[in-house]
């Protein structure tokens, strides 16, 4: 038969592991509620990394590249052709303020079949403390105007970057801010490299 005093031992004891069973518990449930919390942040982190980029495909998609009226053959000048790109340009193009521009005539080619002008758009990117940039990234467009073609038609357009040999035509593609930067990074790392 058991004595109250040993009875209440065994209550103690009994309680002492029954509460260290219970902080045992607890400790599996806080590393468990750890566990699930991280879980849930790298799969909301996912979702958000999925929304973000179908959101972007989504603002491509519904992006409308834009063009301009090109002139026609007949009302073709050298001028009128530089004024056009620079047109077209600042119309079309999306790029940040900081960036300038300026456009020259280069020269005119004759072919069998048509004639081409040639132009090039340099860009930079001055600074207060840099005003004369140490690189530039130029694009070259070139006009063609058909001899064989009706005159009232408007003139063929197309541009091909420094440096690349993609030929990409206004209402076709869309400019990207980007293709600017790679060249004068590009630029920058080979002068880097160079010693004199």
């Keep these: 038969m058991l004595s109250l005093s040993s009875l209440g031992g065994l209550l103690y004891k009994e309680r002492w592991c029954l509460g260290c069973l219970i902080m045992d518990m607890e400790e599996e449930d806080e590393a468990i509620r ?8 790298t799969v909301i982190r996912g979702v958000k990394e999925q929304l973000e980029a179908l959101q972007k495909k989504e603002r491509e998609a519904d992006y409308v590249i834009g063009n301009i009226q090109w002139i026609a053959c007949k009302d073709f000048t050298v001028e009128r052709g530089r004024q056009q ?37 340099r860009w930079s990117i001055p600074t207060c403390r840099k005003p004369i940039p140490q690189a530039t990234a130029c694009i070259y467009f070139i006009v063609e105007i058909s001899n064989i073609k009706p005159p009232n038609l408007p003139i063929e357009v197309f541009f091909i970057l420094e440096s690349n040999r993609l030929i990409h035509r206004p209402g076709r593609c869309r400019f990207r801010e980007k293709w600017l930067k790679d060249i004068i990074e590009s630029k920058m790392i080979l002068m880097e490299s160079i010693t004199f």
């Excluded at 750890?34 to 942040?41: D, N, V």
């Design 34 to 41: 750890e566990k699930a919390q991280s879980l849930i942040e």
């Design 85 to 121: 790109i620079e047109e077209y340009i600042s119309q079309t193009w999306e790029f940040h303020e900081s960036w300038l521009h300026w456009s020259d005539f280069l020269k005119e080619e004759q072919l069998k079949y048509s004639q081409r002008y040639h132009y090039r758009v």
